[in-house]
């Protein structure tokens, strides 16, 4: 499970592929991934923070995009 803090009105694309997650109350966002290389996409207004992340075992990841 890999989560990153999101606001609303925010938009998130895993590989490219735009994924529909919201933030929960705690103002963090959660997706489940399996093993594997991902480039992570928040998108807020004009906006671009990307974070890289390769997982190889199992577990529970925070992430904190930043700006290109």
């Not at 974070?51 to 529970?60: N, R, Y």
Request: net charge positive; no cysteine.
């Amino acid at each position: 499970t890999v989560y990153l803090r999101l606001q609303d009105g925010e938009k998130v694309l895993l590989n490219g592929e735009a994924k529909d997650v919201k933030p929960a109350s705690s103002g963090f966002a959660s997706l489940n991934l399996a093993a594997g290389k991902y480039r992570i996409e928040v998108h807020s207004g004009s906006q671009v923070m990307s974070q890289t992340l390769t997982i190889d075992k199992p577990g529970t990841w925070l992430i904190n995009p930043g700006k290109p």
